[in-house]
């Protein structure tokens, strides 16, 4: 597969997946009180839109951000000097499966959008050891809002992510995985376009024309504006919940 070119169709964007200012700032504001000097890690943060307004609104913390793609990274720090935040954000390049961390090193693992790349329940066991005891993980991840979900929606899901839950097996999960719930709350349908889709589709109309022949390209496209589409028009019926809870 051709890693570089799905990246790049995902590149230019505000963020790289449905999420706004307003969600992430209200979960962080469920996190207190958190420990002078607190320590977070930022798990596939993409160009860090998340990373930079926690850092805004976090003047005594330092964010360890962490992506595969180099690029993200180097544009998230050019950012962060632009805004003046450098000095509480570092990057790392690494995968969210293999993170070069120490046991208990931070008293707060952020994810938004990414941990379904490794498995909702492998990641939340994976990374509890970089988290310290009482520490917390907030995260967002999808759900069914109804039981009887359309068929269009239902079979959309099965090809992108099948381990897609309701909200209460999804507190299940986080409960058998050692963790506490401490809150949650859904994302409105605005976050997923305002910094996300309504710039997605902008983005590959002009993607499409360069990948021209490109498979691997063409089908990450063609998946990408099926899933506008059917969020188009069952978004009522799943979304993103940000679920908040502690080691």
Not at 135 to 147: C, N, P, V
Request: glycine content about 8%; hydrophobic content about 40%; aromatic content about 14%.
């Amino acid at each position: 597969m051709d890693e570089s070119a799905i990246f790049e169709i995902f590149d230019g964007l505000p963020r790289q997946g449905p999420g706004s200012n307003k969600c992430t700032g209200k979960a962080f504001d469920m996190l207190r009180p958190l420990p002078s000097g607190a320590r977070i890690l930022d798990i596939g943060c993409g160009v860090g839109m998340q990373t930079l307004h926690l850092a805004s609104i976090c003047e005594d913390c330092h964010i360890t951000a962490t992506d595969i793609y180099q690029p993200y990274l180097d544009k998230l720090m050019k950012k962060a000097a632009e805004k003046g935040l450098s000095d509480r954000i570092s990057t790392v390049c690494a995968s969210m499966d293999d993170l070069p961390f120490k046991d208990d090193e931070f008293d707060v693992i952020w994810c938004e959008g990414a941990i379904f790349v490794i498995g909702f329940e492998k990641g939340l066991n994976y990374w509890k050891r970089f988290l310290r005891e009482g520490g917390f993980i907030a995260l967002t991840e999808a759900a069914w809002f109804t039981e009887n979900p359309s068929e269009e929606a239902l079979q959309f899901w099965q090809e992108a992510y099948p381990d897609i839950k309701s909200i209460p097996e999804t507190e299940k999960g986080i409960e058998a995985a050692g963790y506490t719930v401490i809150d949650r709350f859904r994302l409105p349908a605005s976050a997923w376009w305002d910094d996300y889709y309504v710039h997605f589709e902008k983005r590959l109309d002009s993607m499409e024309a360069k990948f021209k022949g490109n498979a691997d390209a063409g089908s990450v496209i063609e998946f990408s504006r099926k899933e506008i589409e059917v969020f188009r028009k069952h978004s009522d019926e799943y979304g993103y919940v940000f679920f908040i809870m502690q080691k």
